[in-house]
């Protein structure tokens, strides 16, 4: 568990996060952040699980229909 202290620069609130969680989270300046709010809490994600979701909705029909997309990128 990690402390963040909430400051105000300009007219945001920011927080600033320890080095250890970017390195755990694998971020750093200018990547996106998803907040979600769970049952427990907030939840901090580097992915969007809707967009992980259509991913793989794209990659099972792309695989079905592998030889018609190749015909029409022709």
């Known amino acids: ?23 755990q989270l694998n971020v750093s300046e200018g990547d996106s952040l998803i907040l979600t709010e769970t ?4 939840k901090l994600n580097t992915c969007n699980p809707e967009f ?3 991913m ?5 029909g792309s695989e079905k229909y592998k030889n018609a997309l190749r ?3 022709k």
């Open 39 to 42: 049952p427990d809490g907030i």
């Open 56 to 60: 793989q909705i794209y990659r099972k």
């Open 52 to 54: 992980d979701k259509a």
């Open 1 to 23: 568990m990690y402390a963040v202290e909430v400051q105000k620069i300009g007219d945001a609130l920011v927080i600033t996060l320890p080095e250890e969680v970017l390195k």
């Open 71 to 73: 015909e029409l990128a």
